[in-house]
């Protein structure tokens, strides 16, 4: 921000602004926001984290479970998704 403004107290009061918004969002949300913002090249700015943290609330990311494998009777044996463990066996 201090880079953007030609006077520093401009900076300051943006500085200020941003800290303001930590009255309405968490301090992980500000971080995400402002992360999202320096990541994507933009000119930091009050207005772009506040679209950040607002657009962040509208549309949560989608958390995805993760699933537990099946439990396997075979100690030390391991599981693949589709495989029903069975091997051919030929008998000489």
């Known amino acids: ?30 971080e995400q926001a402002c992360d999202v913002v320096i990541r994507t090249r933009q000119v930091p700015s009050v207005r772009r984290i506040k679209e950040q943290l607002t657009d962040h609330r509208k549309h949560p990311p989608v958390t995805v479970e993760p699933t537990a494998p099946a439990a396997s009777t075979t100690p030390g044996a391991l599981s693949f998704p589709g495989f029903d463990g069975g091997w051919e066996t030929t008998e000489g």
């Open 1 to 30: 921000m201090f880079n953007a403004r030609k006077v520093e107290a401009q900076a300051y009061n943006s500085c200020l602004a941003v800290l303001a918004l930590s009255k309405d969002f968490s301090r992980s949300e500000l």
